[in-house]
């Protein structure tokens, strides 16, 4: 099945500066690439998301870039703000239904 | 709140216990995925549903646990003889097919 790796596991980032989180993926079937927030005792909110026929999206402060052959994909947050921490997922979906999420980066933006 | 909702929001329930939980999805979304989450991991996927058709069945879903959507709308999910292994955030998302999937507040279980 699909394997999905994240990091760093915990980033710490001055406000004002960039945060970049980075994925694996293992199935090259996969095809749609979704960031989800977490915040403390809440629910995933999507994000972002991107297909694999696009290398680059983005979306005010937040872009998300896709490489298929390397089989990777990073989640770029420009100036952020105290309101960016909280815990981003990763996932991958390599059929219709299925997401495989990563373990999380936890991030902290220090004002 | 349109949203999918889920209940009860907390359930602390003692080793050996049947549990039940309830997921309302998004009215016009026909499928309905369950996930588990423990702490410090993300949504590790359980099973999920076409209108009331059961799809897919992960290997974590042991013949303990068993989900249900029997008109297509609310489903639920029933834990029984609950063991402290089950303890997690049990997580309820629904989606149009092939689109994205918009999680519930969850169920946090703890199994005393």
């Known amino acids: 099945g699909e394997n999905v790796e994240q990091h760093p596991s915990t980033l710490s980032v001055q406000e004002g500066d960039s945060a970049v989180i980075k994925c694996t993926y293992s199935d090259s079937a996969s095809n749609y690439f979704p960031w989800y927030k977490q915040e403390l005792g809440k629910r995933p909110q999507l994000i972002i998301d991107?297909?694999?026929?696009?290398g680059e999206k983005k979306d005010q402060r937040i872009a998300v870039t896709l490489n298929k052959t390397a089989k990777h994909f990073s989640l770029h947050i420009t100036e952020t703000q105290p309101e960016d921490s909280a815990v981003y997922f990763c996932?991958?979906?390599?059929?219709?239904?299925?997401?495989?999420f990563g373990a999380g980066t936890t991030v902290t933006v220090r004002a | 709140d349109t949203g999918v909702s889920q209940d009860p929001r907390h359930k602390i329930t003692k080793r050996g216990q049947n549990v039940t939980f309830r997921c309302d999805p998004i009215s016009e979304h026909n499928r309905l995925y369950w996930y588990r989450q423990t702490l410090g991991q993300g949504p590790e996927f359980l099973t999920y549903f076409q209108n009331e058709a059961q799809l897919e069945k992960s290997r974590l879903l042991s013949d303990r646990f068993s989900a249900e959507r029997p008109k297509g709308s609310f489903s639920t999910l029933e834990i029984q003889r609950t063991e402290q292994g089950d303890s997690a955030m049990y997580l309820c998302a629904s989606s149009p097919p092939e689109r994205t999937q918009y999680f519930g507040p969850g169920t946090r279980l703890t199994v005393l």
């Open positions: 996932a991958a979906r390599a059929n219709d239904y299925k997401l495989s």
């Open positions: 991107i297909r694999s026929n696009v």
